[in-house]
């Protein structure tokens, strides 16, 4: 364990020399809010990697998975970021959110190291690989829903955070062609534990539907308030 907290080496069966294997570094957010995602990133890592000691060594190289939690921090996923560099990893994973690969990107790059991204993020770097649905992709069926169902005017609401904030510009280019309207947009902190507020606005603009742009907890959050409210319209 580093002396910063964060960094956990997934410990790996058999003795093995340091030039017969291949680190690989993997960033998620294991503990803080983000964790209602990257815990279950953090269990993946440890299953890959007894798999990968099941299997053995490939063309005589052990493949090391090198995890850091970086605990749903910024700061802390770019010092993550630098011991993994220190300790020679040849491609990094992660992270969890948004924001936070965008905050490790830049050194990545510097480094010409291979940065496969956890989150949706938006670069043409040679090399960054984002290995999630671009916020186009995902927008594709609430459009498509909209359409079927005639529905219009939107009330959009997001986080305040990295994967928050790029729902909207996405939606907005496809809504167009179909006549669809954001007729209210709010927005709240990834931690918030009420959107009362915000759904209050909401409603004084009479949407047909609510697009939710976020991720867990917040999004349950403020489902649960759109339900203890009464709406009698659809929320995405």
Not at 36 to 50: C, E, P, Y
Not at 80 to 107: H, R
Request: glycine share 8%; hydrophobic share 40%.
């Amino acid at each position: 364990v580093a002396g910063c907290g964060i960094e956990e080496k997934v410990e790996t069966s058999g003795e093995n020399k340091e030039g017969d294997t291949i680190k690989i570094g993997v960033i998620v957010a294991e503990t803080g809010p983000a964790s209602t995602l990257g815990a279950t990133q953090a269990n993946t890592v440890k299953l890959l990697q007894k798999q990968l000691d099941e299997a053995g060594p490939i063309n005589g190289k052990k493949i090391e998975l090198i995890k850091q939690d970086y605990e749903t921090n910024d700061t802390k996923a770019v010092v993550a970021m630098d011991n993994l560099i220190s300790e020679g990893v040849v491609a990094v994973v992660g992270a969890t959110q948004s924001s936070t690969s965008m905050a490790i990107m830049p050194k990545a790059i510097e480094k010409k190291l291979p940065l496969f991204t956890l989150a949706p993020i938006e670069s043409d770097s040679e090399y960054v690989y984002s290995m999630a649905h671009s916020s186009i992709n995902n927008v594709l069926p609430i459009v498509e829903y909209l359409k079927e169902n005639n529905i219009k005017k939107v009330a959009w609401v997001n986080a305040s955070d990295g994967f928050g904030v790029l729902g909207k510009p996405a939606f907005e280019g496809l809504a167009k062609e179909y006549g669809m309207e954001i007729v209210a947009h709010e927005e709240f902190d990834a931690t918030a534990t009420d959107m009362t507020i915000q759904l209050t606005k909401v409603r004084q603009s009479n949407p047909e539907a609510i697009v939710v742009w976020s991720r867990t907890p917040g999004a349950g959050i403020i489902a649960r308030n759109f339900r203890a409210m009464d709406f009698d319209i659809p929320m995405l």
